[in-house]
């Protein structure tokens, strides 16, 4: 079998890391390697030489990887700023694209990438790797059968402390820092959202209609340059757009609801408060729990947590059957082993010529709420409409 030659675009830390994981996989070649610093671009082609025994091409500027025809697929892994125009640019030279998580920066720039789609017919997935988290695939195999009732909550959030890495964005070279000084949005919604909207079947018969954003003020960066003196001084007065905690609500056409929260700059432990919520049961990623009314009662309410992580027992029962063969052959790739999942589902649908698993029309959507969130927290919280951006699905492949 032909191996798929893949370019990655964008060397920072996930890019850096991304090329280890591309080299361990059998089905591709790693044929290009791409950013505009020189010095991320040697250590990059120098590790795939090593592994592969042939030099990659070594660009700083993508578009020298489109002209040398040097990749059948490519992975935008830039800053935010720069993935709408790579990927539309690859599309445009029929190089098959998946791009990593991020939001987008207008309405315009989701509808362009849809456009771009439609007109060349080049294959588009987004690389949503919480998508194939193991909790998330159990608890979407459980909604499928009917184990949680009809869902009529999800709620979720990125609840990540990622000061240092915005605070010391100019040290690393990182796109972060200027987008938390400019923007005030939901900047990263696809982790949430993503898994969200597929127990929710977003785009496959159902919808958000529309949406309203709150921003609190911006106060833990600021506090955190103070306390720590060798983040740049300036910054312990710098204006900060981004508010610290944005919560964001939504309305789908079914009458179910959804809750995010982006929350970033305050001192908090790692979650993605995963919880979605039935008529006959729930699961909440926050203490690992399944709720089902076959399985509890009222007696059980209170004294709750002796239960946490009981989610692990239902896994013996409903493990979702991606996750079984993964198990059997062998759990691989950082992210508890989601980032290879989607990766090579990625590559796998692109090999047997099907339907990309999470294609454009899933990644306006997802993508969209960052510019959504921006416009409702302008206008004090305004309601705004959530464009369907799924009326042409499928028109072309
Ligand atoms: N799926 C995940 O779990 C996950 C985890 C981390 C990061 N990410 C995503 O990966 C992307 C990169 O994040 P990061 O933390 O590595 O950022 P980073 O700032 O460390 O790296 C981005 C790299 O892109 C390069 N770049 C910028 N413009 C470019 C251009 N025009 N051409 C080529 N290269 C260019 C930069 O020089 C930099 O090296 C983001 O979209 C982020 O959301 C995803």
Redesign the pocket.
């Known amino acids: 079998m032909e191996k798929i030659r893949v370019g990655v675009?964008?060397?920072?830390?996930?890019?850096?890391?991304l090329v280890d994981l591309l080299l361990t996989m059998d089905d591709i070649l790693v044929t290009a390697v791409?950013?505009?610093?020189q010095d991320?671009v040697d250590r990059n082609a120098e590790k795939v030489e090593k592994a592969q025994g042939q030099k990659p091409l070594g660009a700083?500027?993508?578009r020298e990887l489109i002209a040398a025809k040097a990749c059948d697929a490519a992975v935008?892994?830039?800053?935010?700023?720069?993935?709408v125009?790579?990927g539309i640019a690859l599309m445009e030279a029929g190089i098959a694209v998946g791009m990593?998580?991020?939001g987008a920066y207008s309405v315009a720039d989701c509808w362009s990438l849809i456009e771009a789609y439609e007109r060349t017919g080049t294959p588009f997935m987004f690389?949503?790797?919480?998508n194939y988290g193991r909790y998330e695939l159990l608890v979407l195999n459980m909604v499928e059968m009917g184990l949680f009732g009809d869902v009529v909550h999800c709620s979720g959030g990125y609840m990540h402390d990622l000061r240092t890495?915005v605070l010391y964005g100019r040290e690393?070279?990182?796109?972060?820092l200027k987008n938390y000084l400019e923007r005030n949005c939901h900047n990263?919604p696809t982790?949430d959202l993503g898994p969200i909207a597929q127990v929710m079947k977003l785009g496959r018969g159902n919808r958000i209609l529309y949406l309203t954003s709150m921003a609190s003020s911006a106060k833990g960066l600021n506090d955190f340059a103070v306390l720590h003196e060798n983040v740049d001084p300036a910054l312990r007065t710098a204006h900060f757009a981004q508010g610290d905690v944005v919560v964001t609500s939504m309305m789908c056409e079914n009458g179910s609801t959804i809750t995010l929260k982006l929350d970033t700059t305050l001192p908090r432990p790692y979650s993605r408060g995963f919880t979605v919520e039935g008529t006959r049961g729930m699961y909440q990623e926050d203490g690992n729990f399944v709720y089902l009314d076959t399985d509890f009662t009222e007696a059980d309410h209170f004294d709750w947590k002796k239960n946490w992580d009981n989610a692990d027992k239902y896994l013996e029962k409903y493990e979702h059957p991606v996750w079984k063969k993964f198990l059997n052959d062998g759990v691989r790739g950082g992210?508890g082993g989601m980032?290879y999942l989607?990766y090579d589902d990625f590559f796998m649908a692109l090999r047997e010529g099907r339907p990309m698993p999470i294609d454009v029309y899933d990644a306006a959507l997802l993508m969209s709420i960052t510019p959504l969130s921006a416009e409702s927290i302008k206008g004090n919280s305004r309601t705004v409409e959530v464009p369907d951006f799924f009326a042409g699905r499928n028109q072309k492949k």
């Open positions: 675009i964008g060397l920072g830390a996930r890019g850096d890391y791409c950013d505009v610093y991320r700083t500027d993508y935008v892994v830039t800053g935010w700023e720069k993935h125009e790579i990593e998580v991020g690389l949503e790797n919480c890495e690393n070279r990182h796109y972060r990263y982790h992210h980032d989607v």
